[in-house]
C-alpha cells in the first residue's frame, strides 16, 4: 500500500521528541520527583492528577485515566488524526515525514538512529578504555591530574582519549563498510575528496556528551598541546544538536537530592571540576550561545538558572545574549541571575582556590536578571541627565516587554519608572509605540510565512499519495498487523470542528478457562511491569502458563510478550504506541496508573520470574485438579490399580494445596 508512514520512522520520532516538551508548551508541569505533574488538560479538576513520566515518556492522569505517549497526547489535546499528530509531531524537530511501500524500508528506518547510538556509545568505551589500555593515555591522565580531577570523577563523566593517528576509530570500531558509514553518520570520522576517511579526534582528552536519556549522542575534544582548534565538537548529525543539548545536564538530574539552581558555564573542565566538587549542577553549552531550547531544558528541572562568564569582553558579549534568550522564558517563578567571575579565573580555578563553599556563596550573590538588564542598558548613559533618562527607557521597555504577562513584569515597569522619573502615561506611550513597531514587523513576517506556506502545501499537494498512512503504525516486522480502519470524522457537539473518531479493534473472544482474582493480579502486575521495565523480557524463558488463558489481560500479555520477544529493545513510548485504536489500549491506560512500580526497576525482573512460577503451579494445580475429576468419574471398584494408585496420589496432592 503506497503512502503507509514507516514504522521506523515512528519510532525515531518518539525516540527525538520530547514529552515533558511536548506537554508543558499546551498545559503547564512542574517537577515532582522524578516525574512532572501539573493539572490534567482532559477534565476539570482543581488538584493535579496528571502525571507525566520523562525517562518511559508517557503520561497518565489518575483522575480520568487518560494516559499514552506523545502520538496519543496530540491526538486527543490537539484532535488530530494519526498522520496528522505524526506530521505536527515531526515538524517540531524539523522533521520531513516519508512515505514508503518498501517493505524493507520500515527495518531500515528503524535501525538507523538506534545504530548511531550503539556506536557512539561503542566509542566512548573505547575512548575511556584508552586512558589506562593506551600508551598516550599516561600523558591524558597526567593532564587530568594536574587540572585536579581524580579517578572517580573521570569514571563518572566516562572521560577517555583519543589517540594519536588518523584510523584508531577506523580499525577498532569501523570493521566493515557499514560500521564505517555509521561512524562517518555520527560525526566521527572526516570523508575525505578521494572518498577515504580519517578519524575526527585525534590526541584528545574526550568529553561524551549524553541526551537527555542518557544516550551518548557526541563529544567534545579537547588537546593536550597548543594545537588548535582548543576544543572541538562533534558535528550536527541526526542525533546531535549543539543548539539542543548541555553536558553535564544528564549527570546533574542523576545526582542525589533535589535540583535546586543550574549553573551555567563554558567549559567541560568547569562542569566535571565544579562536580569533583560538590556542586552537581552545572553544564555547559557546547560552543554556542545559550538557546531558548537549552533554558526549556533547565527550567524543566529547577526553577533557576545561573549564568557563569568570564568577566572580560566574550564574557559579557555571551551574558548579553543570555539575557536576549532568557526574558520570553522568566515567567513568575523563574529566576535568572548572571555571575561574573575575577579576571583570569574559571570556574575550574576558582573553585579550587577558594573551595565549593565560597563559591556557592558566589553563585547565590550572582546579580539578579532585574538587575543585570538595568546595568546592561544604562552601559554609556548618563541617566543623571534627562536625555539619557530618555535614552534609558526606549531601550528598556523593549526588553521588559518580552517577558511574559504577570508579577515580575508588572514590577520591572515600576522600577523603570522609578529609574527613569518618567510617569506611567509616558511610559505607555512609549511602550505603544514599540508595540505597534513589533506589529508591523508580526505582519510581515505573518505575510511572509503564509506565502512560504503556501508554495509547501502547492509542492505537498502535487507529491500526497493516495493512502493516509494510518495503518503504517500497526504493520510490525514479525508479520503480526493490528488492523487500523480508516478514521471516521465526526463533530464536535461545542463548535461543529471536525474530531476524529478512534478506529476500533477487532472484537477478540472474551472468555475462556475462568482465572482466579490472584491469577488476574498477577497478570496486571506483569503487563504493568514490562510496560515499564520493556527489557525484563530477557528474563522470561518460559511462559506457556499463559497459553490456554483466554482472560482479556491475558490476551493483553500474551500480545506484548509476543512483540517484545521479536523487539526486546522497544522502549516504554513505542511499546504503548502499537495498541494506539485498538481495545487494548484503554487498559494499557488504566494498568499505567501503578506509580509504585516505578521504584521497583531493580527488582522488576525478578519480580516477573516469580509472577510466571506462580502462573505455572497455578496451571499446573488446574491440570491435576482436571485429572482428578476425570478419575472421580469413575467408579472405585472398576478403576484400574494404575488408576487408583494415581487417584490416591493427586487426593494427597489436593490435601496439601
Known sequence: MSGRIPQGFIDDLLERVDIVEIIDARSSLKKAGRNYKGLCPFHDEKTPSFSVNADKQFYHCFGCGAGGNAVSFMMDYERLDFPQAIDALAATVGLEVPKEDNPSFNKVANNANKALYEILERCAELFHSNLRGHPGGKQAIEYLK????????????????????????????????????????????????????????????????????????????RVLGDDKPKYLNSPETPVFSKSKELYGLYEARKSKGAIERIVVV????????????????????????????????????????????????????????????????????????????????????????????????????????????????????????????????????????????????????????????????????????????????????????????????????????????????????????HEAPPVDIDHDDNNGAPAPRRPQAKQRPSKSPAINSRQRSNIQTAITLLLYFPGSISQLDNTEAIDDLQDQDALLLKEIIAFLKNHPATPTYTLIGHWIGTSFYERLQELLNDDMLLSCEDGAQQQLIDIFSFLANQQQQGQLEQELNTLSEIPFNEMSAEQKLRYSELLISHSKH
Open 146 to 221: 594536574n587540572r585536579g580531577l581524580d579517578g572517580n570523577t573521570a569514571k563518572q563523566f566516562e572521560i577517555g582519549y583519543a589517540p594519536p593517528g588518523w584510523d584508531n576509530l577506523i580499525k577498532a570500531v569501523g570493521t566493515t563498510p557499514l560500521k564505517i558509514k555509521q561512524l562517518f553518520d555520527s560525526g566521527m570520522l572526516i570523508e575525505k575528496d578521494n572518498g577515504d576517511y580519517y578519524d575526527r579526534f585525534r590526541d584528545r582528552i574526550m568529553f561524551p556528551i549524553r541526551d537527555h536519556r542518557g544516550r551518548v549522542v557526541g563529544f567534545g575534544g
Open 266 to 481: 563554558e567549559g567541560y573542565m568547569d562542569v566535571v571540576a565544579l562536580a569533583q566538587s560538590g556542586i552537581h549542577y552545572a553544564t555547559a553549552t557546547l560552543g554556542t550561545a545559550t538557546s531558548s531550547d537549552h533554558l526549556e531544558r533547565i527550567f524543566r528541572v529547577c526553577p533557576e538558572v545561573v549564568f557563569c562568564f568570564d568577566g572580560d569582553k566574550a564574557g559579557r558579549a555571551a551574558a548579553n545574549r543570555a539575557l536576549e534568550n532568557v526574558l520570553p522564558m522568566i515567567r513568575d517563578g523563574l529566576q535568572a541571575r548572571f555571575l561574573f567571575l575575577p579576571d583570569g579565573e574559571d570556574p575550574d580555578t576558582l573553585v579550587r582556590s577558594i573551595g565549593a563553599d565560597r563559591f556557592e556563596h558566589q553563585i547565590g550573590q550572582g546579580l539578579p536578571l532585574s538587575q543585570y538588564l538595568f546595568d546592561h542598558v544604562s552601559e554609556g548613559l548618563d541617566v543623571q541627565s534627562m536625555d539619557g533618562r530618555a535614552r534609558l527607557s526606549t531601550l528598556a521597555i523593549p526588553m521588559i516587554d518580552q517577558i511574559p504577562e504577570g508579577v515580575f513584569k508588572s514590577l520591572m515597569h515600576k522600577e523603570l519608572a522609578t529609574r527613569t522619573g518618567l510617569e506611567a502615561d509616558t511610559l505607555e506611550q512609549l511602550r505603544q509605540q514599540g508595540r505597534e513597531q513589533q506589529q508591523a514587523k508580526a505582519q510581515l513576517k505573518q505575510q511572509q510565512d503564509q506565502l512560504a506556506n503556501q508554495r509547501y502545501q502547492q509542492s505537498k499537494q502535487a507529491a500526497k499519495p493516495a493512502d493516509d498512512g494510518y495503518d503504517g503504525y500497526f504493520n510490525n516486522d514479525d508479520g503480526g498487523h
